[in-house]
């Protein structure tokens, strides 16, 4: 009788995508995001996503001395619309690209904002963070060719749709390793097109 290629010992009863075989499901479970470096599309990670709730702690919360309300969300909203895309593409050509690495390459970009640049020291971080900063500069080269760009696109804009995203990113973090619950959530809710069409 086969069994689960991780455990060995109970019966395979998922195929997982991510390891190309069969594993039982407690080891799916136990492993998701642990040991198992699980893709967007695996229905059994999506499953999980829609059934985990966080309880988020306020003092934890990345630069709590910024404020943040829905009136300066609803003034902002096509630039964090826009850094979301940007984000999601600065970590699209790296498949094994984390949350955690995704937190710290945010951080570094609301540094350099701040007028602090200190590009982070982790490789994968590194890429997204040189990603992003390609991709903005590309933005910004366009935007400062309108003399009233300026008062709209501020670095005092950026830096707080940069930390409301970090605030995003810190309350998908379930604590696992591997998680990419935000990673997968930008995926999910950005339109294709906006992905395609961003620049």
Do not use: W
Not at 12 to 26: D, L, V
Not at 79 to 100: G, K, Q
Not at 162 to 187: D, E, M, S, T
Request: hydrophobic share 35%.
């Amino acid at each position: 009788m086969p069994t689960c290629q991780i455990c060995g010992t109970r019966k395979p009863k998922r195929y997982c995508t991510a390891r190309g075989e069969n594993i039982c499901t407690q080891c799916c479970a136990t492993e998701r995001e642990v040991s198992i470096n699980c893709p967007f599309e695996c229905v059994y990670l999506q499953e999980s996503r829609a059934h985990t709730k966080h309880e988020l702690d306020a003092s934890t919360m990345p630069h709590r001395e910024v404020r943040i309300d829905e009136q300066f969300l609803q003034h902002a909203d096509v630039t964090l619309i826009l850094f979301s895309a940007f984000l999601s593409r600065a970590a699209a050509p790296i498949p094994n690209a984390t949350d955690a690495e995704m937190r710290v390459a945010i951080e570094a970009v609301i540094q350099r904002f701040k007028g602090a640049p200190a590009p982070p020291e982790e490789t994968i971080a590194l890429q997204i963070y040189d990603n992003f900063c390609a991709e903005y500069d590309k933005f910004r080269a366009e935007i400062t060719k309108d003399q009233g760009a300026e008062s709209v696109f501020s670095d005092e804009t950026f830096v707080r749709v940069l930390v409301f995203i970090a605030r995003v990113a810190h309350g998908h973090n379930n604590g696992r390793p591997r998680c990419r619950a935000f990673l997968h959530y930008l995926r999910a809710t950005l339109p294709p097109n906006m992905e395609a069409s961003v620049g």
